[in-house]
């Protein structure tokens, strides 16, 4: 299946990969009408709000899963992890809808105008304020992923013997430290989650079109719009014009392919390699 | 474990270490109040804006033009059921054998390499799911319809259901299988008429997260099965679906839309509770709390 996926969209590439070559990596050019196509701004755009969205929510998933698994009381355990889990399990869609009407009103009145006011001097929080753009976008991805992460290294903690903690706690190790020791035995689980959770942000469509501004351009400021892989396929794909152009859109699939294919093999090996002696 | 005396040090900066744990156990809390803060705001905000929307009309009626009040949703609704029925057409089967096959023959590599390519596929973006139903279903008919929808829903089914099954066939004890491969009822049979038999309700459960999964996909319908404003029940056209319909209500400028768009929005988050709420309760009564 997964063969079969990577051959149809190899093939349905051709014309433009014959076109362009590498072209179409490293060209920031992309213009329907002059059918000029290159897919930097689309990779950048993906890439940042990816990474940030996991800086965002790697610590914040961290602390979830060790309050799930060592020091939330066992009545609120249960709740908690159901209410963890419907957060993974809502449409993307909704997240986007909420996203512009609730969030990125949030975001233009009161986080951004902080922001700027008090680390204006870098370049990443200057330039206009419109609500929608790259930081919301991460943002509103930190939240879908944060669900990923926590389950696996709940999962991966709790891989790790109890054991290990009782000696901790033998040798007079406060709560922290044992816990401590336990994510350091339990860190290469954790970066396979983490690894998971960013293949999940890189592909993730319709919430980022939704928040992310649709506008092909590179810029330093977090606050400008900018355009992911996946939402100028899914905004430009049904209304293409030429075979060119649909061709250049598969293409930009085809490297969205890869890249979650490879992302997602190494964290599952990753996770594998901690899980399989549990 | 390396450096016990570095970490575990002498009782002077017992103060230091007392407030470190105390301060990264709040920490810990608060990040599990900070992820739970935008479910809960999200679920009472739709359920407040959409509320009120969400009447007989919305069920029953085609979605009117702008300007005028009222209309619903329903074709949406008829499409989206349409949509998932075909994709359950291909998701279950296909699902449910590869469940079968890694579970129970899970000796060979090639069960090995069908789990991974399982757990790959379930991380690969859906919209890239919906290129290759273009690929081998638009263009081939030369038109978008439910068919390619349908299939497009349908591949993002498996994995979900493919693990579900894998994880409650290894639950059936193994001494069941071995009584009825004694009584000289062949592999297959014991695999599909004693095993999968003993696991169904955990497997529909598993099938329910697929569906409600699958009800909410938007990206892979964009260019499968497109969405459409009338009625429409054959499969080989294009075909509304709420997903879908909630994206273009949402990015329009209209106030009523946004209104229409937003009850579709508690109909899905409403579906997707209702079901994680079920699975939850059939699988903790049947295998005890997990």
Known sequence: MVILIALEMYKDSAESREMFGFGFIFSSEWNPVTEQFGALPFIFGTVVSSLLALLLSLPVSIGVAVFLSEIAPSSIRSPFSFLIEILAAIP??????????VFAPFMRNTVQPFLQSYFGFLPFFQGVIYGTGLLTASIILAIMI????TAVTRDVLKAIPVSQREAAYALGATKWEAIKMALLNAKSGILG????????????TMAVTMVIGNKAQIKASL????????????????EASGSLHISALIEVGLILFGVTFVINSLARLLIYSVTRNA | MSTPAKIYGPPKNLARRKFTN?????????AGVVTILPLLYIFFYTTKSGLSSV?????TQLPKPVGESGGGMANAIVGSIILIGLGSLVGIPVGILAGIYVSEYSKSIVSTIVKFTTDVLSGIPSIIVGIFAYGIIVLPMKRFSALAGGFALGILMIPTITKVTEEMLRLVPQTLREASLALGVSRWKTSLFVVLKTASSGIITGILLAIAR???????LLFTSFGNSFWQTSIDQPMAALPLQIFSYAISPYEEWHRQAWAGAF????LVFVVNLLVRYVTRSKYGAS
């Open chain 1, 92 to 101: 993307s869609i909704i997240y986007g809808f909420w996203g512009i009407f």
């Open chain 1, 146 to 149: 944060t669900p990923i992460i």
């Open chain 1, 193 to 204: 989650g983490a690894v998971l959770g960013l293949g999940r942000a890189i592909g993730e």
């Open chain 1, 223 to 238: 606050f400008e719009p900018a355009y992911s892989m996946a939402s100028v396929i899914a905004n430009e794909f049904a």
């Open chain 2, 22 to 30: 105390s301060l990264m156990i709040t920490l810990c809390v608060v």
């Open chain 2, 55 to 59: 009447n007989i009309d919305f069920f």
């Open chain 2, 214 to 220: 699958a009800a909410g996909e938007t990206a892979p």
């Open chain 2, 267 to 270: 109909v899905l988050i409403f």
